[in-house]
């Protein structure tokens, strides 16, 4: 079956850094799209950015450019965030999603979200 199998998440102070990883399984991964979202309480959640299927294209929310870095290994099966320069707002949970445009429909696919906690 489908996985999305998020890791990395937990505590930091701000300035500090963390390394998010999202393992993909059950479904043609070089063919999808991969994104990360985040969703902090109280909030809708939203798109932090997103790495074409073959990682030609990076897109980034204006709030993370400079400071978040997403990348994709397609042999590991695997899609990254290196998240720098952490700052409180930062504070959330994160999802990888994995979505691929069929002619008539889109298919995606989201893990289960991983807390990232950005306090002193």
């Known amino acids: 079956q489908v996985q999305l199998v998020e890791s990395g998440g937990g505590l930091v102070q701000p300035g500090g850094s963390l390394r998010l990883s999202c393992a993909a399984s059950?479904?043609?991964?070089?063919?999808?799209?991969m994104s990360w979202y985040r969703q902090a309480p109280g909030k809708e959640r939203e798109l932090v950015a997103s790495i074409t299927s073959a990682g030609g294209t990076k897109t980034y929310a204006d709030s993370v450019k400079g400071r978040f870095t997403i990348s994709r290994d397609n042999v590991k099966n695997t899609v990254s965030l290196q998240m720098n320069s952490l700052k409180p707002e930062d504070t959330a949970v994160y999802y990888c999603?994995?979505?691929?445009?069929?002619?008539?429909?889109?298919?995606?696919?989201w893990g289960q979200g991983i807390q990232v906690t950005v306090s002193s």
């Open positions: 059950g479904f043609t991964f070089s063919s999808y799209s």
């Open positions: 999603k994995a979505v691929r445009w069929l002619a008539l429909a889109v298919q995606d696919y």
